[in-house]
Each structure stands twice: as structure tokens, then as C-alpha cells.
């Protein structure tokens, strides 16, 4: 009896000849997890100095002028940049001068950039991600302000006023909260950049940048989504003048915001059969395909298909109804 009864159990046929082994996508599994971003933006930089050891000639008509120490013959002007000496060495008698020694020197000032940003990352344990990008922006310079003796002392514009910058750097995130289809995550970048042919880099030592910001990610799909990134950048160069042994340090720290998607590659093909309307995940043969109803702009569940997730009785003016049936 027992025998009998384990006979009925087995099928009759082997499965096989109806389940066929599915075949793996190697690449796209491998890669499933990798996110490329495209953004533009705004940035605002602002831009200020220490003039330690320095001096300030403001001529009463013409923009100020630096001296080294106690030496007012020896001048430069445009110095957040690029570093000019004046031929001159006569002192005008009406001029203001003013030393570091006695006060403290400086300028603020501010530039706008239009940054045009590329970055590929990997995600991984649902939440953590690593990469790295490169970003282009134009950069303008504004006009410098004193920051003492402002009825004295002039502004001045350094100039060329108008440069393409260039950064490349690292990148890591963590998602730390959901609402819905937003997730917001934190992410660090560090990396190099060079200004752009406004600065004189032979005058120039730069160092690392670092930018710190929150992503808020809207998912339009499992492929797609748009992101707001604001985030603070820090940044320092030093400025070499001609025949000077001083350095001018120089903070150009920066506010951004940036506005872009991010795609991630499909681990599955997209159905053949022009004809398929399947909307869940299925297969031809061996291979396992993803439904060609499945835009990539619109969110679907790959397990049975969400194309209309909203019924219609809860549409227009359906949806101010007490009773929408």
C-alpha cells in the first residue's frame, strides 16, 4: 500500500519537457546595480582672501593696489587670479595706504557657475553607494569688496572674468530615510579640479575639494529617476605674485544646486515579440525577457504589472464623489 501510494505522487512525465531551465542575462546581472546621472545646475561661490603681510595703495581715481611689506614702489593689482606688477614705482601723493599691521586686509566677492555634471555609482545593501564623475561649469567672476576702509578703498573686478572649470573626484552615499517614491540620501565628493584659462596656473597652487550634499531621488520607475541635489562645496588655492615670497591664500567655497536623472540598466532585455502584451517579467524559450508595457518613465512591478495603478472611478471629478461606483 505504501508503495502504491508513493507511485501516484511521481509525475507521469518528466517537468522539464514543460519548465525550461532559464537561461542568465550574465552582463546586465552584473551590471544591474550601476547608476549613471546626468545634472546641471546653479552654483553661487564666495570668494575672499587674507592679504597678511600685505598692504593696500588706493589711488583716488583707479583701482586699489597691493604691496609687499613696507616696499609701496614694488605693487600689484588683480590678485585673485591673476597676478599683475605695475611697471611704475612712483607712489601718487594723493593716494590711501593702509598696511596689515595695523588692521585686518581683505575682499569678498561672489561668482556665479553653470555646472554640467557626469557620475556613475554602484549600489549596494539596498542603501550604501560608491563612484566617482566629472564635471564641467563655467565659472564668471564679480567684483571684490574691501572688507575694512570701505569709503577708502575701492572695489575692483579681476579679470578675465569668464572661465570653464574642470573637476573629477570620488563619491560616497548612504539612503537614509523614504517617503512614498522619494528617498533622500547623503553623499560626500572629494576630488581635484582646475580652474578654467581666467586663472593663471603658473601663479596657482590648488588643492583638494570636498562637497557635501542630500539627494532627493524621485523614482519614475525602477530604471529612471530625477534628482535635487543642493550641497556646499569647500575649496582653497594659493596665489604666487611676481617677485613676491608671500602667498595670498584664497577660499572659494560654493553653494550649489543641481537638477538631473539617473538611469540604471534594465537586467532584463525588453520582449522580442513586437506583439507580446504581457506586463509581468515572462520568457520565450530559455531566456527571461521584461514586458514591452514596462516604459521606462512609468513605475511598474515586475511581478504582475501596474500599468493603470490608479482606478479610473478615482480619477477627475470621479474622485470628489461620497460614493465613486
Request: charged share 20%.
Amino acid at each position: 500500500m505504501i508503495a502504491t501510494a508513493q507511485d501516484e505522487e511521481k509525475p507521469t512525465f518528466p517537468l522539464e519537457t514543460i519548465y525550461a531551465k532559464r537561461k542568465p542575462w550574465g552582463t546586465r546581472k552584473l551590471l544591474k546595480n550601476f547608476r549613471f546621472s546626468l545634472s546641471t545646475g546653479y552654483g553661487h561661490t564666495f570668494m575672499s582672501h587674507k592679504l597678511d603681510g600685505y598692504g593696500i595703495i588706493q589711488p583716488k581715481n583707479g583701482s586699489p593696489q597691493l604691496f609687499l611689506g613696507s616696499a609701496p614702489s614694488t605693487r600689484f593689482s588683480n590678485w585673485v587670479n591673476r597676478g599683475i606688477q605695475d611697471s611704475t614705482t612712483t607712489v601718487p601723493i594723493d593716494a590711501f595706504r593702509v598696511s596689515s599691521d595695523s588692521t585686518k586686509l581683505g575682499f569678498k566677492g561672489k561668482a556665479w557657475n553653470i555646472p554640467l555634471n557626469a557620475t556613475i555609482h554602484y549600489e549596494f545593501l539596498e542603501r550604501y553607494r560608491i563612484g566617482g564623475g566629472y564635471a564641467i561649469e563655467y565659472m564668471n567672476l564679480g567684483p571684490m569688496h574691501p572688507i575694512t576702509f570701505k569709503d577708502k578703498i575701492s572695489n575692483f573686478q579681476p579679470t578675465p572674468k569668464g572661465g570653464m572649470m574642470q573637476k573629477y573626484y570620488g563619491m560616497l552615499g548612504i539612503s537614509f530615510y523614504r517617503i512614498d517614491k522619494f528617498l533622500f540620501t547623503g553623499d560626500v565628493q572629494a576630488g581635484g579640479y582646475k580652474p578654467g584659462k581666467n586663472f593663471d596656473m603658473s601663479q596657482i597652487k590648488k588643492g583638494l575639494y570636498v562637497n557635501a550634499g542630500v539627494t532627493i531621488e524621485h523614482e519614475f520607475s525602477e530604471y529612471l529617476k530625477a534628482f535635487l541635489r543642493p550641497s556646499f562645496e569647500f575649496k582653497t588655492y594659493t596665489l604666487n605674485l611676481p617677485n613676491s615670497d608671500k602667498p595670498i591664500p584664497h577660499y572659494m567655497n560654493a553653494f550649489y544646486v543641481n537638477i538631473g536623472l539617473t538611469y540604471a540598466l534594465p537586467e532584463l532585455p525588453k520582449c522580442f515579440h513586437k506583439e507580446c502584451q504581457a506586463q509581468m517579467n515572462h520568457t520565450h524559450g530559455n531566456r527571461e525577457y521584461r514586458s514591452r508595457m514596462h516604459k521606462i518613465y512609468k513605475k511598474q512591478n515586475p511581478m504582475y504589472g501596474e500599468n493603470y495603478p490608479k482606478l479610473l472611478k478615482y480619477k477627475g471629478r470621479n474622485k470628489k464623489k461620497m460614493n465613486p461606483y
